[in-house]
């Protein structure tokens, strides 16, 4: 059995989430990430001399699992970590957990069950990271940073924002160009790095699109969570990542000379309106100079870390920074520092995103594009109102990947899109005030809802409300099929329930239907042989990017086709479905195996429920190996629907209220075969109920039949299964 990636983050989610008891989720994952940090190492790095990490004796995961049930866990395991920490010059950074804090663990059995639980977790067959490639392309793929999500999900308002969602993180690292890396030497900067997330998806864009690993640099005022960045970045393969602790506008830590280290890349999504920013920071005597183009109110920390992140690039830096939607319109020293970052040049994008994507905070946000490289010459700044592209996701929204797309590729191309996007020249922009803020520049393509008043009193449909439909303008025949024009108004022609089965035969939508499906196949079989290939070479990343964009291309230019919603229906069907079989063919080859589904009760008792198979759906299997037997199970399943049909009709026929099968009924509502032969033997001594002791008996008859054939049909199936194993062996 190969468990898939979602079971697997599902299956140890739910687990780890129910030892959590009353400790906070923001204090817990500490605990869950530090043991799946140990086990990370250890498959990856034990037993390996050329290693750049170091899996001491007494340091590893497996110390962890000898320790399991022991009084002296907690002991145990801090001693670990600590070996571990003092092999690699992590101390301070992974040991800082204490394993054994009674307050927050419990004491005595409590405390040992739930560390020796919380080891069982990752103490896991399936969890095995030896084959991890860290590169986007793993095969048992990123617990870590699933992990993170959730906790930052179930952390709450004040402590979720130390994970920047990954999809908004995608965007901002495929906007800033690091698909134009050409060294090693080139390096990326985020100055509130929380979790390390943000970053890290920096650095995976730049070596998927070029193989080259740039050099990551993060600081965080946080030391529990700049920890966790750390780690984080270990467990993606960039160990070397420098990782700070610190306030980075008070005591920036990057320093060249005393002077801010600069960066060819740099992402930001710090903490929204910061009251107290200037805690420890002079902006009047700055010896960093950061705020030579004003100076943000005191009570607002926006524009400094904006200002920061600007003069923390080289001269031909690019960035980006997640703020709220107020940077663009506020007044007064903002309005200036705005003005001034206009002129200069620096500001090369604006993409306003949905409200409600960030876990810190549900109001709207914007990505603020920095581009220094040729300022001087930029005539306008290129801006986005992405906020109606999303899909909810239980309390929070979250963009699709075809928001994702849209945004990328329209950005890079500088494509305007009515009600979506166009490049503002600076001179308009002056002409407001320099107020960026979206609605200005960009009007949503909404009609307004108007009201016909003689269409409401006297029935039909305004003439404009059809003649404006795009289908029916491509569909002229249609038209004329459904509706009669009489004045102003249309009229339908045809029972409203005949409009489906008209639309369905008529010879334009027919050939529209055809011509979207020759299409399809055609993207199918050129497509083919890319799927067939799929080995344990295949970067998976650039597979599902090389069949989406050409899904995308082969309905561009179609008239009623939404290419986005295609290319939706992929990417769906992706991550529910088909990067996981990917990731089995990967790892496992082309074998379909199907196997047994064992489940424990209640009692603790393993209960066999069948088999099924991962790569293959159950039926495809049944129907290519097992004809023979099938056919049997089938013609049992016909006589099973046959008696069951019986067994309802002869209730049906003799039911209603004193009926003789409204007696035999339990305190359930059912009928049993003990119910039936008891209320028999009882009718039995008396003559005048015949009758009911006939229709008692046929259906008691019938009720043994259905047992008798799903006892069959259950013997098949194990006959199958066993036949299966004969096969396989």
Not at 197 to 203: F, G, P, T
Not at 344 to 372: E, H, M, Q, S
Request: charged share 30%; aromatic share 10%.
């Amino acid at each position: 059995m190969a468990l898939k990636k979602t079971q697997l983050y599902n299956h140890l989610w739910e687990t780890a989430n129910a030892l959590r008891g009353g400790i906070d989720p923001s204090q817990y994952k500490d605990y869950v990430l530090t043991i799946l940090f140990v086990k990370y190492v250890t498959d990856k790095y034990k037993n390996d001399p050329d290693a750049y990490f170091v899996v001491p004796e007494g340091g590893s995961f497996d110390e962890l699992v000898e320790a399991k049930g022991k009084v002296d866990i907690g002991e145990r395991i801090n001693k670990v970590l600590a070996k571990l920490a003092e092999e690699n010059e992590l101390k301070g950074v992974i040991d800082q957990v204490d394993f054994d804090d009674s307050s927050k663990l419990g004491t005595g059995k409590e405390k040992v069950d739930r560390l020796t639980r919380l080891i069982n977790i990752f103490d896991n067959p399936e969890l095995n990271f030896s084959k991890n490639r860290a590169d986007g392309d793993d095969i048992l793929g990123d617990v870590y940073e699933y992990f993170m999500k959730q906790f930052a999900s179930e952390a709450g308002k004040s402590k979720g924002q130390f994970y920047t969602p990954a999809e908004v993180s995608r965007i901002m690292a495929r906007i800033i160009g690091v698909e134009k890396v050409t060294s090693a030497a080139q390096t990326a900067y985020d100055p509130t790095c929380g979790s390390g997330s943000l970053l890290l998806k920096v650095a995976v864009q730049a070596k998927e699109e070029t193989g080259i690993e740039i050099s990551l640099y993060g600081q965080e005022i946080d030391p529990d969570v700049a920890n966790l960045a750390k780690m984080n970045m270990i467990m993606h393969g960039m160990p070397t990542a420098e990782i700070e602790k610190g306030n980075t506008l008070a005591n920036p830590k990057f320093l060249d000379n005393g002077k801010l280290k600069t960066f060819d890349f740099a992402v930001a999504n710090p903490p929204f309106s910061q009251k107290n920013w200037m805690n420890g920071v002079d902006p009047q005597n700055d010896p960093y100079k950061r705020f030579e183009d004003g100076i943000p109110p005191a009570k607002n920390g926006d524009y400094a870390f904006l200002l920061h992140l600007i003069k923390s690039l080289k001269p031909k830096g690019k960035g980006a920074i997640i703020l709220p939607h107020g940077v663009l319109f506020r007044g007064n020293a903002e309005q200036e520092i705005r003005k001034n970052l206009i002129k200069r040049g620096y500001i090369k994008g604006i993409i306003g995103l949905p409200a409600n994507l960030f876990y810190g905070t549900g109001i709207p946000a914007v990505i603020i594009v920095i581009d220094k490289e040729n300022a001087r010459q930029r005539k306008g700044i290129f801006i986005i109102d992405a906020s109606e592209g999303y899909r909810k996701d239980g309390a929070k929204n979250r963009l699709r990947e075809r928001d994702i797309h849209k945004i990328v590729t329209t950005f890079k191309n500088f494509e305007e899109i009515p009600g979506y996007s166009r490049m503002v020249s600076f001179q308009e922009i002056e002409q407001n005030d320099f107020n960026l803020n979206i609605p200005r520049y960009i009007e949503k393509n909404q009609q307004e809802d108007i009201q016909d008043i003689p269409a409401h009193l006297h029935g039909g449909i305004p003439a404009y409300g059809i003649d404006n439909l795009k289908v029916l303008n491509e569909f002229k025949d249609l038209k004329t099929q459904l509706f009669d024009l009489k004045g102003q108004y249309y009229h339908l022609k045809i029972p409203a329930d005949e409009i489906q089965s008209i639309i369905e035969q008529n010879s334009s939508v027919r050939e529209f239907k055809n011509r979207g499906l020759e299409k399809f196949r055609d993207w199918a079989d050129k497509n083919t042989p890319l799927l067939q290939s799929i080995g344990e070479d295949t970067k998976v990343s650039k597979l599902i990017k090389h069949l989406s964009e050409s899904l995308l291309t082969i309905y561009k230019d179609d008239k009623l086709i939404d290419e986005y919603a295609v290319f939706q229906i992929l990417m769906d069907y992706w991550d529910e479905e088909m990067k996981d079989d990917v990731y089995l063919i990967i790892e496992k080859g082309w074998k379909a195996e199907p196997y047994r589904i064992i489940v424990k009760n209640k009692q603790g008792k393993n209960i066999d429920k069948g088999w099924t198979c991962d790569l293959l759906p159950k039926n495809i299997v049944k129907d290519e190996f097992f004809k023979e037997e099938m056919e049997v199970i089938k013609r049992l399943e016909e006589q099973k629907e046959k008696v069951e049909r019986n067994m309802q009709e002869l209730l049906e026929e003799n039911s209603g209220e004193g009926s003789i099968f409204e007696e035999v009924k339990n305190d359930k509502g059912n009928i049993t075969k003990k119910e039936l032969q008891k209320k028999i033997n009882e009718f039995s001594k008396n003559p005048e109920f015949k009758d009911d002791i006939a229709l008692l008996k046929k259906y008691l008859d019938l009720t043994k039949e259905l047992t008798q054939i799903k006892r069959q049909t259950k013997n098949k199936e194990k006959e199958l299964s066993k036949e299966y194993q004969q096969r396989k062996n």
